[in-house]
């Protein structure tokens, strides 16, 4: 029943701190923040955490970004986000760098924020939308493999 200064990754259950202030907690109750499976109704619930929601986001951002240089520089398709075109005509490393600044900027305010339901709920669109973004990489790679003369298109 004792209180200990914590501080770093860990913090109390129903809690949100920021990581780098220290809280006061119960010594007995300590989880720690890196847990990705955890079930915790104060940021988001559910089976997969919001540390592992944060970082989903990133990682489909990073594909997005690859992927989209990738089907450009082939000449297949083009970059249908005006403001990310500019950036893919000022050069390659200018787009990624934008690109993963921009995505990394937004996977860090919905974790920073997930015990506000609007950030919880404009995660789930985030990935929600990248999810249809790479479904359509998916398709533009399978139509440049030739999978539209096999379907019939």
Same mark, same amino acid.
């Given at each position: ?21 220290? &809280?006061?907690?119960?010594? /007995? ?8 499976? =955890? /079930? !915790? ?5 559910? +089976?997969?955490? +919001?540390?592992?929601?944060? /970082?989903?986001?990133?990682? *489909?951002?990073?594909? !997005? &970004?690859?992927?989209? *240089? ?8 083009? #970059? ?8 893919? #005509? ?16 937004? &996977? ?11 950030? =919880? *709920? ?24 030739? &999978? ?6």
């Amino acid at each position: 029943m004792g209180l200990t200064l914590t501080a770093s990754i860990w913090r109390a259950p129903g809690q949100v701190r920021h990581a780098l202030k220290p &809280a006061l907690v119960r010594a /007995s109750r300590l989880v720690p923040l890196y847990n990705c499976t =955890r /079930s !915790d109704t104060q940021t988001g619930g559910g +089976i997969v955490g +919001i540390t592992c929601q944060s /970082s989903l986001l990133f990682i *489909l951002n990073f594909l !997005d &970004a690859g992927l989209t *240089l990738f089907w450009t520089r082939l000449g297949v398709a083009e #970059e249908a986000n005006h403001l990310m075109a500019f950036m893919l #005509e000022s050069g390659s490393v200018n787009f990624l760098i934008f690109k993963l600044c921009i995505g990394l900027l937004a &996977a860090l305010c919905f974790y920073r924020w997930a015990y506000l339901p609007a950030a =919880r *709920l404009g995660l789930r669109l985030a990935l929600g939308a990248y999810v249809l973004i790479l479904a359509v990489h998916l398709s533009v790679g399978a139509l440049v493999c030739g &999978a539209g003369a096999w379907l019939g298109f």
